[in-house]
């Protein structure tokens, strides 16, 4: 899980804020209510997502519950990775 | 429209006309006014306002046609022109995109989605989820010849080329509009009205691009209503929004609002007023659990189209005094 953990911080740090700075991502804090990332950017996340970790978002699944910050992306991926298992 | 938009649209009109003729003298310093004539709404009224403003002598309307706008567009466009009575040129652009890749940029990525995708078939694409509390996202529509229709979400490569491809319409056109301006020393009209500019519903440095915007501050419902009190034809005041930039017809609130623009003018103008969502809900007709994923909706739209709004950023003050 730390290693997933890692991989999405990096991807939003490197992508998003342009620096290495771990402080500068706080898990738990909304990318879109933040201004970090707007509609198109979340169409980028949902591409790494699929990529990365072979999973397919469904139409139902673009909710902020899953998608709209570090804690709720992990929870996402974790629950579709167990579905795929 | 709704009495929380009435406005005294004839001392509108003249509050307007004097901005016009004041931005004219203080800030412009050119002798009239290009605008690009769609045929719609916005431009139209822009079009009579400006000739209040000036007189008919200093406005040129440019109607610029493509393969995939409708040809009532151009029909408009014409029959506001004549109505009236200023000089209008007509320039086709599909050449232009034609040699720029526009047209064949977009199919390519279409066919990365649709691979059947061929010459005869037409495209649009929607947004779906924001009034359901889902993230927005674009889902792409494809006709065949035949009229069979599919609609398939769009992944982030394929949308960013079509969205790419198609900007050069609206980047062609203005290129066209300050061409024209240059050659007369006219400013260039732009004619976003409030939803639009508030919203980010334009291209930067395409429809974006204007010395003067003197409806932005106008919800559309109050364009419409002014379009009537300036006694604009029929067929333009009836007239539908649509993009006009995809070949199959697209309303605006397929492609970026949410919500109707009757719906959109009420939405916004509640935020602005600080209503509830509560309140919003029963003006609106909508559950008070969308009408606060409208409210977040316009907010981050706000936030999210900033930029196109924004000169460059320049890393150091230079003083330009």
């Not at chain 1, 909710?63 to 992306?73: F, K």
Request: glycine share 6%.
């Amino acid at each position: 899980m730390e290693a997933t953990r890692n991989q999405v911080r990096q991807y939003i740090l490197q992508n998003y804020l342009f620096t290495e700075d771990e402080s500068a991502l706080s898990d738990e804090v909304s990318f879109l209510d933040s201004g970090l990332i707007d509609s198109t950017g979340m169409m980028e996340v949902i591409f790494f997502l699929e990529e990365a970790f072979s999973i397919k978002v469904e139409d139902e699944e673009m909710v902020p519950e899953n998608l709209d910050s570090v804690n709720n992306l992990l929870h996402y991926i974790q629950k579709k990775s167990g579905k795929a298992a | 429209m709704n009495s929380v938009l009435n406005i005294d649209l004839e001392k509108e009109a003249d509050k307007i006309c004097d901005g016009i003729r004041r931005a004219m003298a203080e800030n412009l310093g050119r002798r009239g006014l290009v605008l690009g004539m769609s045929g719609g709404i916005d431009s139209s009224v822009c079009s009579a306002l400006a000739v209040r403003a000036l007189g008919k002598e200093r406005v040129l309307g440019i109607l610029m046609p493509e393969q995939d706008s409708s040809s009532a567009s151009s029909d408009l466009g014409k029959l506001l022109a004549e109505h009236l009575g200023i000089r209008y040129e007509t320039q086709n652009i599909s050449g232009a995109l034609e040699s720029l890749g526009c047209y064949r940029w977009r199919d390519d990525a279409i066919r990365e989605v649709v691979p059947e995708y061929a010459d005869g078939w037409k495209n649009k694409i929607v947004i779906r989820g924001g009034l359901d509390g889902q993230i927005n996202r674009y889902e792409l529509v494809v006709e065949d010849p035949a009229g069979n229709r599919q609609q398939v979400r769009l992944p982030i490569k394929p949308y960013l080329q079509i969205v790419a491809a198609t900007n050069f319409k609206q980047r062609i056109r203005k290129t066209l509009e300050y061409c024209w301006a240059d050659r007369l020393n006219y400013a260039v009209l732009g004619t976003p009205n409030r939803l639009e500019y508030d919203q980010g519903f334009f291209v930067k440095h395409g429809d974006g691009a204007a010395d003067l915007k003197p409806i932005a501050h106008l919800y559309k419902s109050q364009v419409y209503a002014m379009a009537r009190h300036l006694k604009l034809p029929d067929p333009i005041c009836n007239s539908t929004p649509t993009t006009d930039t995809y070949s199959l017809a697209q309303g605006q609130d397929e492609f970026y609002f949410a919500l109707p623009y009757q719906q959109m003018d009420i939405a916004v103008f509640a935020l602005n007023a600080e209503w509830t969502p509560e309140k919003l809900a029963k003006e609106i007709n909508v559950s008070e659990e969308q009408a606060a994923w409208i409210f977040s909706d316009i907010l981050r739209k706000r936030k999210t189209t900033r930029y196109l709004h924004e000169a460059p950023v320049l890393l150091e003050a230079v003083s330009l005094e």
